[in-house]
């Protein structure tokens, strides 16, 4: 299986490629440049290209970019992407004086991706820190993947398994992004009363290279959560 990590130079991607390439799955990692794909790319073990390179002929495309910028990257590499499965991992988020809140009223950013390209899009994995990622061993958490086609959720739903020693978890059709990508914002919030590192003050954009992928300005935001692959909601 060859999977396209799109803006996998960051660190959320860095991250992906470094735990899939330890399960055995064939990895290109794309970016903008492709000396810099190159270059990470040796770090990690796999391959290196463009986004336009990377994504031709992969099974799965993992849209990992900064998130303001993930409908447009969606809509450059679609004629190329074709009718392969993506994942789109983002989040929006607002972040203001007296807390961070989901960036939308409606819909998501996985859905506006679903109306761009032409296969089946899958959302999440929103709340795997990428600082996290970046160690040894699997993450204590769960993770959330929702989706309209079966196939491909199973398949990212199996992708997760090597990243948590919780559960992967089917979230249902791909409408519950809304929810999903809502979802960080109170992740964050709760990282924050815990002590964590605040992610941003005031209108803050963020992404893959962030640890949650999200996109932050002065408005609301999307959650997300973690799971292994296995069934629906099966503990």
Same mark, same amino acid.
């Given at each position: ?30 970016? *903008? ?17 463009? @986004?336009?390179?990377?994504? *031709? ?5 993992? %849209? ?63 709340? %795997?820190?990428?600082?996290? %990622? ?22 990212? %739903? ?17 409408? @519950? ?59």
């Amino acid at each position: 299986m060859k999977v396209a990590i799109v803006g996998g130079t960051g660190a959320f991607g860095r991250g992906l490629a470094a735990r899939w390439r330890e399960a055995g799955v064939e990895i290109t990692i794309g970016s *903008r440049d492709a000396a810099r794909a190159q270059e990470r790319a040796a770090v990690l073990g796999v391959s290196g290209a463009t @986004n336009e390179e990377a994504v *031709r002929d992969a099974d799965l495309v993992v %849209l990992a970019v900064q998130s303001s910028a993930a409908i447009d990257t969606a809509r450059d590499l679609a004629p190329v992407i074709g009718a392969a499965p993506v994942l789109c991992v983002a989040s929006e988020l607002r972040f203001e004086k007296h807390g961070v809140f989901p960036a939308r009223d409606a819909g998501s950013i996985a859905e506006d991706v679903a109306a761009i390209v032409a296969g089946p899009v899958v959302s999440g994995f929103q709340a %795997l820190p990428a600082a996290q %990622l970046a160690q040894s061993g699997l993450l204590d958490e769960d993770v959330l993947v929702c989706g309209d086609d079966a196939d491909s959720k199973q398949l990212v %739903l199996e992708l997760g398994q090597h990243l948590v020693s919780g559960r992967a978890i089917d979230a249902g059709p791909l409408p @519950n992004a809304r929810a999903l990508e809502g979802m960080t914002a109170v992740i964050v919030h709760v990282t924050r009363r815990r002590g964590g590192r605040p992610r941003g003050r005031g209108r803050r954009r963020a992404g893959a290279e962030d640890r949650l992928q999200v996109r932050g300005t002065r408005g609301p935001a999307r959650g997300r959560r973690s799971v292994r692959p296995c069934a629906r909601g099966r503990r």
